[in-house]
């Protein structure tokens, strides 16, 4: 299909601290690449755990969390179950850790590892989230939008549960299950990092407000444990009518306390994520003229 008119592109980047940044570009028939990036969060799991742990009981329990969860919360020893992956490491020589992705920089800080919260800041795993338009069109009887949004985890994070990946879109747009996927790929959790399997991933959508993904981090398995660390969501949306812009809200929920993680849908577009969903990396959609 033929991109027509313009396209507003938004685009979020958070390395260790958020830096925004927008701008608009033209597309052609002729010009079109396959996907153009339109929304970047890159989240330390490190930092976004402190943010939670710094917060009051009172304030917990107004964002929805139960007396249980804040007392896990309390209780967990981030930095021990964190050293002990450190520890693992450790036992590597050089060469496996350049190849598997660390720089000199951070390797020095493995061999010099004291538990300070700069190391284990500058050593956590980080999560990058990124979606990208691959196509839209409009007429007076259909208008659609195709897009995908990729997830990557630099390292095997701290919490292995069942994580949340959903999206909410303004325009009362429908999810189509028939031109839509979702799949993760699973490596080792051991250094170096080796790839698995990939895993289809079940797809729920909620009517025309938007669409959760559980991704189950780890497998567990009998010739060594496995998880996601990266996947991609490609999904397209569409209505009979003429459809003019497009927002779309896209947020991975990192799941550290709950044991049945689910999330709610709100008009214009906007999603919650259930208690224990503690790491949101958002990206933000907009597009113009569809």
């Known amino acids: 299909m033929k991109i027509k008119n313009l396209i507003k592109l938004s685009s979020i980047f958070l390395t260790f601290a958020l830096l925004n940044m927008s701008f608009v570009q033209v597309a052609s028939a002729a010009t079109k690449p396959d996907k153009i990036l339109i929304s970047q969060t890159v989240i330390n799991e490190y930092d976004k755990y402190k943010e939670l742990v710094n917060k009051s009981d009172e304030t917990l329990i107004k964002e929805g969390h139960s007396k249980e969860d804040i007392k896990n919360i309390r209780s967990f020893d981030f930095k021990a179950e964190f050293q002990k992956k450190v520890e693992e490491k450790a036992k590597l020589d050089d060469d496996t850790l350049l190849k598997s992705g660390y720089t000199k920089d951070r390797i020095k800080i493995i061999r010099n590892y004291k538990g300070t ?17 691959i196509d839209h069109y409009k ?3 259909l208008s659609y939008a195709d897009l995908r949004t990729d997830w990557t985890w630099t390292d095997c994070p701290v919490f ?8 909410a ?3 009362g747009m429908y999810y189509q ?5 979702a799949v993760a790929n699973y490596y080792s959790q ?5 790839y698995d399997n990939s895993v289809t991933l079940t797809v729920q959508p909620n009517l025309n407000t938007g669409a959760s993904v559980q991704i189950p981090l780890a497998q567990w398995k009998m010739n060594g444990n496995t998880f996601a660390k990266s996947g991609q969501w490609g999904y397209q949306i569409s209505r009979q009518a003429l459809v003019n812009e497009l ?12 044991l049945s993680p689910s999330v709610q849908f709100s008009p214009a577009p906007s999603l919650t994520f259930s208690s224990g969903i503690n790491i949101e990396a958002t990206n933000d959609v907009y597009i113009q003229y569809m």
């Open 117 to 133: 919260d700069d190391q284990i800041y500058a050593l956590a795993a980080q999560l990058w989230l990124s979606t990208y338009i």
């Open 139 to 141: 007429s007076s009887t």
């Open 160 to 167: 292995l549960n069942t994580d949340l990946l959903a999206a």
């Open 169 to 171: 879109w303004s325009e």
């Open 177 to 181: 299950s028939n031109n839509s996927y």
């Open 190 to 194: 051991g250094i170096p990092y080796t």
């Open 247 to 258: 927002a779309v809200k896209v947020q991975y929920g990192h799941n550290q306390w709950s």
